[in-house]
């Protein structure tokens, strides 16, 4: 049985980050393992490429999206060709900044007709500019590695088409827009017809791009739907040979109690799937309280290798966040609790790593709490298990998650956690009093004084170090986590 999960888009979180290291997981045990991303994006080959040279996707997986996937099944196929790159007497102005060198051309009328961009390192061409005589942008041409991908067209501000094009021009996807820009159509040259076909909705394009995936081989696939919104698109392709299971990432409750938007769409039929997977105990539970028909599997994320390539000795009184910064994350009330850290332990520090959008207002908060020297935002890392384990704790406060992978991953590399509890992670992963401490209520100055009581005591926080690597890698390596899922997987069989 082979593997699908599908994913919207390749990001910096944790739904990212759980899907690659299960897929990788699945690769490993040379069982089949397929990633299927449906946002497009232009540099897709690249950004793999990158994941695999850091080691966050083993090479094995297939990783696919539907536009770089039959973008090569049409390689051959040839069509439009860019004006822009056509040799011509035009008038040329030329500007170069750190990453991009820009050629603006001009008609023999001082007008300007198109701008090309080019990568001032390589040189390759990223993207050309079209405008018409009152000099508005009517076409835009975006390129990968220097070759053309995607021909978007406007009226005015207003995207009318997206033209999707293999190496050679051959348009094999065509999206249309209405007047106020939302999706009305899509044309899809089909590669077994070689005749177009009409979609009005985009997931079916996408529902028929993955059969086409799963069709690839006589195995059965298990098709992984994960991201808030996917279960719902594949609840239809259930089968012998297909079996969609609900893959459930965030916490599915508001505070108030209700429903979250996304899963309101496919909430009510999540019986209907063969399987559905919860990451903690406690989400299971609460699911059944909201349908009991359900009987989902919990299978938390893997955490792999426990400290593998890990190096480097800890430093004393630092302290670190691995975040985005964004709502619902809790930074505010750390950035509070730290203020209180401060007091007693004046030369304690915290590095908030990460990026988001209140990036600026937390360094406002900071000048405001008197905390500036004392916090720092050094921004995103790739390497947040090494950030993690040179740390003498890592603190986690998010209102919500399901499952608080950051908190796994340090245990992983003996750095025990000081953590606001939530729905759902917290409670479940650290074992209070052993691996870190879980704080209840959000109460700022019971958080501080845990983090106090680490930093000051270093004997305590490496007993609880090791003791958090320990359950780390009886509970959450890939031996036990696999063992999880292939006893799903023989369910289907």
């Known amino acids: 049985m082979k593997v699908i999960a599908v994913i919207p888009s390749i990001g910096p979180g944790g739904l990212t980050n759980a899907t690659l290291s299960r897929g990788s997981m699945f690769a490993r045990a040379n069982r089949e393992s397929i990633i299927a991303v449906y946002e497009y994006n232009a540099n897709f080959d690249g950004q793999r490429a990158e994941m695999v040279r850091s080691g966050r996707l083993d090479p094995r997986v297939r990783l696919v999206s539907p536009y770089q996937y039959y973008s090569h099944q049409f390689r051959f196929r040839e069509g439009y060709r860019s004006v822009a790159l056509i040799t011509r007497p035009y008038t040329v102005h030329t500007a170069k900044s750190n990453r991009t060198y820009v050629e603006t051309r001009f ?22 500019e079209y405008t018409d005589d009152a000099d508005v942008p009517y076409r835009v041409e975006e390129y990968s590695n220097g070759i053309l991908v995607r021909i978007t067209d406007y009226q005015g501000e207003t995207v009318v088409s997206e033209r999707y094009v293999s190496a050679k021009g051959f348009c094999f996807l065509r999206k249309e827009f209405n007047e106020d820009g939302r999706f009305a159509r899509l044309w899809f040259w089909q590669p077994d017809t070689h005749q177009p076909k009409l979609y009005r909705r985009i997931w079916d394009w996408r529902r028929d791009f993955i059969s086409h995936l799963a069709a690839e081989t006589e195995s059965k696939t298990l098709l992984l739907c994960d991201g808030n919104n996917v279960p719902a698109q594949f609840l239809r392709l259930v089968s012998d040979q297909i079996k969609p299971v609900a893959v459930i990432h965030m916490n599915h409750i508001m505070p108030n109690g209700d429903l979250r938007k996304p899963y309101a769409t496919y909430f009510e039929k999540l019986a209907e799937f063969p399987a559905t997977i919860c990451l903690t105990e406690r989400q299971a539970a609460d699911l059944i309280d909201y349908s009991p028909e359900v009987s ?13 390539g890990v190096t480097g000795r800890v430093k004393r009184n630092e302290a670190v966040i691995v975040t985005r910064l964004v709502d619902g994350k809790g930074l505010y009330d750390v950035m509070k ?3 209180l850290v401060i007091k007693q ?3 304690a520090h915290l590095s908030i790593y990460g990026d988001g959008s209140q990036k600026e207002g937390l360094l406002k908060k900071a000048g ?7 916090i720092s935002f050094p921004g995103r890392t790739d390497e947040a298990a ?16 399901g499952f608080g992978l950051t908190i796994a991953e340090s245990l992983s590399v003996g750095t025990p956690v000081v953590a606001m509890n939530c729905n759902y992670g917290p409670d479940e992963i650290i074992v209070a009093g052993k691996t ?12 501080s004084e845990k983090i106090i009581k680490l930093l000051s005591d270093h004997r305590l926080r490496d007993e609880m170090g090791a003791a958090g690597r320990q359950w780390a890698t009886d509970n959450l390596s890939v031996g036990p986590i696999y063992e999880r899922w292939e006893t799903l997987i023989k369910s289907f069989n």
């Open 386 to 401: 090494q950030r993690m384990a040179e740390a003498q704790l890592t603190l986690f406060a998010s209102e919500s998650e």
């Open 107 to 128: 008609n023999a009328n001082g007008e300007r007709i198109a701008t090309l961009h080019f990568n001032s390192k390589t040189l390759q061409i990223e993207k050309v």
């Open 296 to 308: 989902p599997v919990v299978i938390p994320n893997s955490i792999p290798s426990a400290g593998a």
């Open 345 to 347: 332990l004046p030369e």
């Open 337 to 339: 609790a730290w203020a």
């Open 436 to 447: 870190g401490f879980v704080v209840d209520n959000r109460n700022v100055e019971e958080f």
């Open 368 to 374: 405001d709490l008197g905390v500036v020297g004392q």
